[in-house]
C-alpha cells in the first residue's frame, strides 16, 4: 500500500483534559506524565495522517497543542500542522443556564467546563491545513437548529426563556476544517463532541442537546447552515451517543450513520468502556461515500490513556 494514494484519518478522546488552565501544558513540558505518554504511544502506533482530538483543553495561543505536536515529533511522529478554535467549553455566560438556580457555575457556561477551553477540540495532521477557509459553526444558538428539541420544565422554558435566547447548540464545536493533501486536494475533516447525555434532570436538557449535537450534521449534509462541503470528506469525532445503547437518543446516531452521503467502515464496534454503562460505540470516523475505504479500526483501549479507543479508517480514491 502505498501512502501517498491513501489517507489515514482519526478520532481519539484522549481525555488529557486538566483541572486548571495551563496544567496541560505543564505536564506536557515534564516529558515524564504516564497518562500523555500513554496517549502519544497510542497515536504513534496508530499513525494516522489526521487525527481529530478530544478531551484536550484549549488556550489561546495553542501553546499545549503546539507543545504536544513537539512531543509527539521527539518520538517520530510529525505533525506539522494542526488547528484548535475558540471553544464553547467552560465560555461563561451571565446567566443560570443549568438550572441550578446559580451563577458562574461550570454549567453556566456555553458548554461545560471550570474553564474555558476545559476537556476542548483539535486537530493534528501533516498536511497544511486551510485555516483561513475553516467553517465554525460553534456559534449557533440551539433554538436556530430546525426541529431543535429544546428542554422544557412543566410546559416552560428551562431553565428559562432568557436563557435559551443565548444558549449555543455546540457543547464544544462543530467545525469544517479542510487539509491539503498533496494527491486528492481538499479534504474536509468534519468534527464535534457532544456533551454526555446524562446528568441532568426530567427535563433532560442533556440528552436533548447530545441529540441536536449529532442532529446538526444530518442538517448540514442535507444542505443546511452552507453544507455539504465542496469534495470529499469525513465526519469524525465523539458523539457520545451509541445508536442502540446507554442513555441517549440513538434513533438519531443511526439516522446519520445511514445517510446516503456517508458509509461506516465499522458498525457495532464498541470505542468506549465506561464502568457505569459497559461498552458503547460513541467515538466515530464516518468517510464520505465516494471515498473508497481501504481498511478501518478500533485499536485496544488503553486505559493508562483513556477509557476511549483510537479509532482510525485508511480511504483512498
Not at 106 to 135: C, H
Not at 238 to 266: E, F, K, V
Not at 289 to 294: L, N, P, R, Y
Amino acid at each position: 500500500m502505498c501512502a501517498a494514494e491513501t489517507l489515514r484519518v482519526a478520532t481519539f478522546n484522549t481525555e488529557l483534559s486538566r483541572k486548571g488552565p495551563g496544567l496541560l501544558l505543564r505536564d506536557i513540558a515534564r516529558a515524564n506524565d504516564p497518562q500523555i505518554n500513554a496517549v502519544i504511544a497510542e497515536i504513534r502506533k496508530a499513525g494516522p495522517d489526521v487525527i481529530a482530538l478530544q478531551g484536550f483543553d484549549f488556550d489561546l495561543e495553542n501553546t499545549a497543542l503546539e507543545a504536544f505536536a513537539v512531543a509527539l515529533e521527539a518520538q517520530g511522529q510529525s505533525y506539522p500542522y494542526f488547528f484548535a478554535a475558540p471553544p464553547n467549553a467552560g465560555l461563561q455566560t451571565d446567566l443560570d443556564l443549568d438550572g441550578d438556580n446559580q451563577l458562574g457555575g461550570p454549567g453556566d457556561a456555553q458548554g461545560y467546563g471550570r474553564f474555558f477551553g476545559q476537556g476542548s477540540m483539535a486537530i493534528m495532521s501533516r498536511y497544511p491545513v486551510l485555516t483561513a477557509e475553516v467553517e465554525d459553526h460553534s456559534q449557533l444558538l440551539w433554538r436556530k437548529l430546525p426541529n431543535a428539541l429544546l428542554p422544557e420544565m412543566a410546559g416552560k422554558p428551562f431553565p428559562s426563556e432568557e436563557a435559551l435566547e443565548v444558549q449555543r447548540l455546540s457543547s464544544h464545536g462543530h467545525w469544517i476544517v479542510p487539509i491539503l493533501h498533496p494527491v486528492f486536494g481538499r479534504v474536509s475533516i468534519l468534527t464535534y463532541h457532544a456533551t454526555p447525555p446524562v446528568f441532568d434532570r426530567a427535563e433532560d436538557r442533556n440528552g436533548k442537546r447530545n441529540h441536536d449535537e449529532t442532529a446538526f450534521w444530518v442538517h448540514y449534509l442535507n444542505g443546511s447552515f452552507g453544507g455539504p462541503p465542496d469534495g470529499q470528506f469525513l465526519l469524525v469525532g465523539d458523539a457520545n451517543l451509541d445508536p442502540q445503547g446507554g442513555d441517549g437518543r440513538g434513533q438519531i446516531m443511526a439516522t446519520l450513520l445511514s445517510h446516503p452521503m456517508l458509509q461506516d467502515p465499522l458498525p457495532d464496534l464498541e470505542t468506549v468502556m465506561w464502568q457505569q454503562t459497559g461498552p458503547l460505540r460513541v467515538d466515530y470516523v464516518l468517510p464520505s461515500s465516494d471515498w473508497k475505504v481501504i481498511d478501518a479500526g478500533v485499536m485496544p483501549i488503553n486505559p493508562a490513556a483513556s477509557r476511549h479507543a483510537l479509532v482510525w479508517v485508511d480511504v483512498t480514491r
